[in-house]
């Protein structure tokens, strides 16, 4: 694996929104003091278990692609990305999204997504890609809503046996484009209310 740029933000971002009478906002994670509620928001909802040695590869390189959403001073959710060169161009993944429940169908889990697109696109990614278990079509609904593509399907992929999809999104898309994908794509995803998000 080729050493990723460093040219994230040095200031930490912060956006507010918000969504069914709640204050919710965004903001980018900052040191180790947010790594356990990074760990705690993952580790109750994916399937797929992570050691501390996982979020800080991932935590310690690219900081300026995880988010964390609040509602008040609540945590509920978190995107975990990275980018670095791959066949000679800068891809990003999206390596863990998860949001709770409880906040599910409030396009939380696409400006998550987005927050880290952009940031991608700011370092010169070309592409996007990450990995969704054939049976989350809340997940598969939100990328493909972002303009992902099936790209292949992985079996057994992950440790609980389920296949995969490995989907991809070609950058860079407008601002205006990734909105409208996401807003078409948050009518259907909501009706998959209760489905995993990552």
């Given at each position: 694996?080729?050493?990723?740029?460093?040219?994230?933000?040095?200031?930490?971002?912060?956006?507010?929104?918000?969504?069914?009478?709640?204050?919710?906002?965004?903001?980018?994670?900052?040191?180790?003091?947010?790594?356990?509620?990074?760990?705690?928001?993952?580790?109750?909802?994916?399937?797929?278990?992570?050691?501390?040695?996982?979020?800080?590869?991932?935590?310690?390189?690219?900081?300026?692609?995880?988010?964390?959403?609040?509602?008040?001073?609540?945590?509920?959710?978190?995107?975990?990305?990275?980018?670095?060169?791959?066949?000679?161009?800068?891809?990003?993944?999206?390596?863990?999204?998860?949001?709770?429940?409880?906040?599910?169908?409030?396009?939380?889990?696409?400006?998550?997504?987005?927050?880290?697109?952009?940031?991608?696109?700011?370092?010169?990614?070309?592409?996007?890609?990450?990995?969704?278990?054939?049976?989350?079509?809340?997940?598969?609904?939100?990328?493909?809503?972002?303009?992902?593509?099936?790209?292949?399907?992985?079996?057994?992929?992950?440790?609980?046996?389920?296949?995969?999809?490995?989907?991809?999104?070609?950058?860079?898309?407008?601002?205006?484009?990734?909105?409208?994908?996401?807003?078409?794509?948050?009518a259907e995803a909501a009706e998959a209310d209760g489905e995993m998000i990552a």
């Amino acid at each position: 694996m080729a050493e990723a740029s460093e040219n994230g933000p040095s200031e930490r971002v912060q956006s507010g929104a918000e969504a069914s009478g709640s204050d919710i906002r965004y903001v980018q994670y900052k040191d180790e003091n947010d790594l356990p509620i990074v760990m705690d928001l993952v580790d109750k909802e994916l399937s797929e278990p992570y050691s501390i040695f996982t979020y800080r590869y991932f935590l310690h390189q690219w900081p300026h692609l995880c988010f964390i959403s609040y509602d008040g001073d609540k945590p509920f959710g978190t995107v975990v990305c990275k980018m670095d060169t791959h066949r000679e161009r800068m891809r990003g993944y999206v390596a863990m999204l998860v949001v709770d429940k409880a906040y599910r169908g409030k396009r939380v889990g696409s400006e998550l997504v987005k927050m880290a697109i952009a940031e991608m696109i700011k370092g010169g990614c070309e592409e996007v890609v990450l990995e969704a278990e054939v049976v989350n079509t809340g997940a598969l609904k939100l990328y493909q809503g972002l303009g992902f593509v099936r790209d292949k399907r992985l079996h057994r992929y992950y440790l609980n046996g389920v296949d995969a999809y490995r989907l991809k999104l070609l950058l860079p898309l407008s601002e205006a484009r990734l909105a409208e994908l996401a807003a078409a794509a948050e009518a259907e995803a909501a009706e998959a209310d209760g489905e995993m998000i990552a």
